[in-house]
């Protein structure tokens, strides 16, 4: 994290969206990484940031996105993954947060477009519906045509 740390010190950024951030839950059976979002919460808040993430379906840390938003920014509304529809997406790949003007979407978006059919479909209909400008970021392997 001392690159992390070195990054946010030089630039302070309001907002740093960090895709597949791979953070595992703090449910067993993993314990090896069960405090990991802890430790990472604690770094975030030593330097002026509250975080947010998501987190693969099993647990593990695959997949997930992590947006770290400067402390005095108001979150209004936080939506993990793009479960708009009622599609369950397991995967962690998208977390959108909610301020006063506007949403910041972050993506972790896969390499194969034919397999994530429901992710892409979600990912361009999401800022159809929210109705202000949304800024997305991410890692974007593939993306619709």
Not at 39 to 59: D, L, N, V
Not at 139 to 144: A, F, K, L, R
């Amino acid at each position: 994290m001392k690159s992390l740390a070195s990054y946010l010190d030089l630039h302070q950024p309001s907002i740093l969206i960090i895709p597949e951030s791979c953070m595992p839950s703090q449910i067993p059976p993993f314990p090896n990484s069960k405090d990991y979002v802890d430790k990472f919460q604690h770094f975030a808040r030593q330097h002026g940031y509250q975080i947010f993430c998501t987190q693969h379906w099993s647990g593990q840390a695959r997949h997930g996105v992590a947006i770290m938003v400067r402390a005095g920014l108001e979150v209004l509304e936080i939506q993990r993954g793009l479960d708009l529809d009622d599609r369950t997406q397991y995967e962690g790949r998208g977390l959108a947060l909610r301020f006063a003007k506007f949403w910041v979407l972050g993506l972790y978006v896969p390499h194969k477009e034919s397999e994530y059919d429901h992710l892409l479909e979600q990912i361009t209909s999401s800022p159809a519906r929210a109705n202000m400008h949304v800024v997305m970021g991410g890692d974007m392997n593939s993306v619709p045509d």
